[in-house]
């Protein structure tokens, strides 16, 4: 599938917004919603994975087709529809410069194709999209794919910040690139802090931390140093939630009243997770959220005490 052709499709972020949000009128909280988080579809992994070679051995991706695919299912069916579905990173294992990579691009872009219309996809980057280190061409290769790498997006009188967090884990090919993304934070986080939205959610790959702001450096988290940093400007802002992928296994905490979400994945389990998805409910107050495997969400939808909160005004 052709860029062109994709932004047929999706609603691709430009100009550091999404357009399928940009009507004025979704900057005003009318009531509940929801959305579903989804992370690390990962086409190639789970071969990758079983043989024992990240690097080369992602060479076939049937079993994350069928779960992209079941997703997508369990996603239409629900009523009513959430208002976006967001992909927290890793949307194909090829890396820039590997073998596989347009193959893999090119059929999760064809299973997304299946997401009803009415649902608005959210595309963030991951290192497996743009590189551990990433370069200028291969961010520019991600925003042609899939849209802009940073953006903000208003929904219902929330405001959604959309992150490259492989700038905050090791910009040093990309130095101007990290720039241009602190200045432009900067930026949102002080209308964030003007308390002019009822919320401010961020979206990011890699998270913050995994349990405790205070927790070893890792492979799977950000730097101490740097979460730190960031965990502080963010609740500052007000920022009351960060939801993230990366680590194939459910996890998260709290520090202070900042809610850092981990989500397991869509396709390749690191833990004892399955395969699923998160329903996330925004109401005046607060940010629920709960992870479903996709055959529970698929076969009983959301729960009914998730369904009463999205009927209070």
């Not at 009507?23 to 024992?52: C, H, N, T």
């Not at 596989?100 to 959210?122: C, F, M, N, Y």
């Not at 967090?165 to 090919?173: E, G, I, K, T």
């Not at 702001?213 to 500052?236: C, G, H, P, W």
Request: hydrophobic share 40%.
């Amino acid at each position: 599938m052709s860029a062109a052709e994709a932004d047929g499709i999706f609603h691709r972020a430009r100009g550091r917004t999404l357009d399928a949000f940009s009507s004025e009128k979704e900057r005003e909280w009318k009531g509940p919603f929801y959305f579903i988080q989804g992370a690390d579809p990962q086409f190639g992994l789970m071969k990758a994975w079983s043989v024992g070679d990240c690097d080369k051995g992602g060479d076939e991706w049937e079993q994350e087709i069928r779960l992209t695919e079941q997703a997508v299912h369990a996603i239409n069916k629900l009523n009513p529809r959430p208002r976006f579905l967001v992909l927290c990173g890793d949307l194909i294992h090829a890396m820039p410069g590997m073998p596989w990579r347009k193959e893999q691009t090119a059929d999760l872009q064809r299973v997304l194709k299946g997401v009803h219309s009415e649902i608005p996809l959210v595309f963030v980057s991951g290192n497996h999209d743009i590189g551990n280190v990433p370069t200028a061409e291969s961010v520019s290769e991600f925003c042609q794919t899939w849209g802009d790498d940073y953006f903000s997006f208003w929904v219902g009188g929330v405001l959604f910040l959309v992150l490259n967090s492989q700038f905050l884990y090791d910009a040093s090919r990309c130095p101007a690139l990290k720039q241009a993304q602190d200045l432009w934070l900067e930026e949102q986080l002080s209308t964030a802090g003007k308390r002019a939205c009822q919320h401010a959610i961020v979206f990011q790959h890699i998270p913050l931390f995994l349990q405790r702001i205070d927790e070893d450096d890792d492979y799977f988290n950000l730097t101490t140093s740097v979460r730190q940093e960031m965990a502080d400007k963010f609740i500052k802002a007000g920022i009351k939630a960060v939801f993230s992928g990366h680590y194939h296994r459910n996890a998260g905490g709290t520090y202070q009243n900042l809610d850092m979400v981990v989500s397991s994945a869509i396709g390749c389990q690191l833990g004892k997770d399955t395969h699923g998805l998160r329903v996330v409910v925004v109401t005046a107050e607060n940010i629920v959220h709960r992870y479903y495997s996709l055959d529970e969400l698929s076969e009983r939808g959301l729960d009914p005490d998730l369904m009463e909160l999205m009927k209070k005004k």
